[in-house]
């Protein structure tokens, strides 16, 4: 037997009511499966739609729960609660995980484990199952979220608690009248509205690269057609409010921006970093919508915003982005970050000219009433209406003195004269 019932949580007892955080995906399927089959327990399939689903996959998904044999399917939407709760402060944020990774999908795993953790509780559910495996964030993630929703209702992940192999996991379920593709073994794919990540293969060794037929939505750089396009994005206090001169809902200019990028090659990457679990870790990722946004948004606050607000909002926003990574978002800390971000964005309202060729982004201009740069006072490097030349002799006399000093000191250390 691949899996054997003394080795499952005592809380399964034939009978009891488990609900499944579900896919539809290889690890996903095969819980939902096995708890039956082995189990012999009553199996509820909840999936949140975070953004990633076209419609006939949500289709798709409530139709593989049945034929596996849940006895319920609940679909919950997630969209409006992932951006109001994580995307807006990514975007206020800059948010690049080092440097180079906006979070895509870790990011909508509080929301999923917040979210099913709820309706569990009104299921009256006596465990909470999900299929994340022993070497990821997620599964961190995922349990910290439902424990600080719903501390009353243990959590199980077989995939990681019973060593479950990929392989495994397809055959278990091929065994049993449920083949997967083999693509499904070899990559694992998660998408959600802020961006997909791909693992697998190429991404367990850090130089590795993922072959074309591994990108699921976005256009190779190199087959994105070479004219580009312009766009115009729109803020309003820090968030994308229009794009092109047409004013849009978050989720559908987020969706619009996605796709125009994604046709152009852009949004293309591999992060390589360290993992919650203290491991280095590397993930491929699509994300044309962060690629475009980020870039105008920064551009916007460097136009309206002071030299020190810049400063420390940069440390704030690679701190949320820390936090918000390393399953810490339930903190009370984190609520004085989103203060301090929602304070900076005040007066980041404009408009941003881009343009997209090619799998690059440029920022071609920006524009704001909140401009900093007042031609009409002043022009970097020309002559102004707020000092002369000899304020600024003097202020170039005053502002080295401190090094002046500091060279006087040394060369008496030296020996110098």
């Keep these: ?27 996903t399927s095969l819980c939902v499966l096995m708890l039956q089959r082995e189990a012999h327990v009553r199996v509820t399939t909840i999936t949140v739609d975070t953004g990633g689903f076209p419609p006939s996959e949500l289709e798709e998904i409530e139709a593989r729960s049945k034929e596996l044999g849940a006895v319920g399917h609940h679909l919950l939407d997630g969209r409006q609660a992932v951006y109001d709760d994580h995307i807006a402060y990514l975007i206020k944020g800059n948010v690049l995980r080092g440097g180079v990774y906006p979070l895509c999908v870790g990011a ?68 049993h009248g449920f083949p997967v593709p083999s693509s499904t073994t070899d990559y694992s794919i998660n998408a959600g509205l802020w961006g997909v990540t791909i693992g697998g293969k190429e991404t367990h060794s850090p130089d590795g690269y993922p072959p074309e037929e591994a990108w699921p939505s976005t256009v190779s750089p190199a087959e ?70 980020l870039p105008a948004h920064r551009e916007l606050e460097k136009l309206v915003l002071s030299r020190m607000q810049l400063f420390h ?62 031609p009409e006072l002043a022009r970097y490097g020309e002559e102004n209406a707020l000092w002369d030349g000899r304020d600024a002799a003097g202020f170039s006399r005053i502002y080295g003195t401190q090094q002046l000093l500091s060279g006087l000191a040394e060369r008496r250390q030296e020996g110098g004269d």
């Excluded at 899996?3 to 690890?27: C, I, K, Q, Y």
């Excluded at 509780?121 to 439902?146: C, P, W």
């Excluded at 810490?328 to 005040?346: C, H």
Aim: negative net charge; glycine residues 12%.
């Design 224 to 293: 994105a057609p070479g004219e580009g396009v312009h766009l115009t994005l729109g803020f309003e206090a820090g968030l994308p409010s229009s794009l092109n001169g047409k004013a849009l809902g978050p989720l559908a200019l987020l969706e619009e921006v996605r796709d125009l990028a994604a046709a152009h090659g852009v949004g293309r990457d591999i992060h390589l970093g360290d993992t919650i679990l203290g491991i280095k870790g590397r993930i491929a990722f699509e994300a044309p919508a962060a690629a475009v946004l």
């Design 313 to 374: 909002k940069n440390q704030m926003g690679e701190l949320y982005g820390a936090v918000l990574h390393e399953a810490r978002w339930f903190d009370p800390v984190v609520r004085d970050i989103e203060a301090f971000l929602d304070s900076s964005q005040r007066r980041v309202s404009g408009e941003a000219d881009l343009y997209l060729r090619q799998g690059t982004v440029t920022v071609r201009g920006v524009r704001s009433d909140f401009s900093m740069i007042a």
């Design 1 to 27: 037997m691949l899996f054997d019932p003394a080795s499952f949580p005592e809380t399964l007892r034939p009978g009891s009511h488990a609900v499944v955080a579900f896919s539809g995906g290889l690890d």
């Design 108 to 175: 909508e795993r509080v929301v999923q484990g917040r979210e099913v953790a709820r309706l569990a509780e009104k299921l009256g559910a006596d465990l909470i199952v999900h299929g994340s495996t022993g070497a990821g964030n997620d599964q961190v993630r995922f349990e910290v979220a439902i424990a600080a929703t719903c501390p009353g209702i243990p959590t199980w992940a077989p995939v990681r608690d019973l060593h479950i192999t990929r392989a495994q996991s397809a055959e278990y379920l091929d065994q």
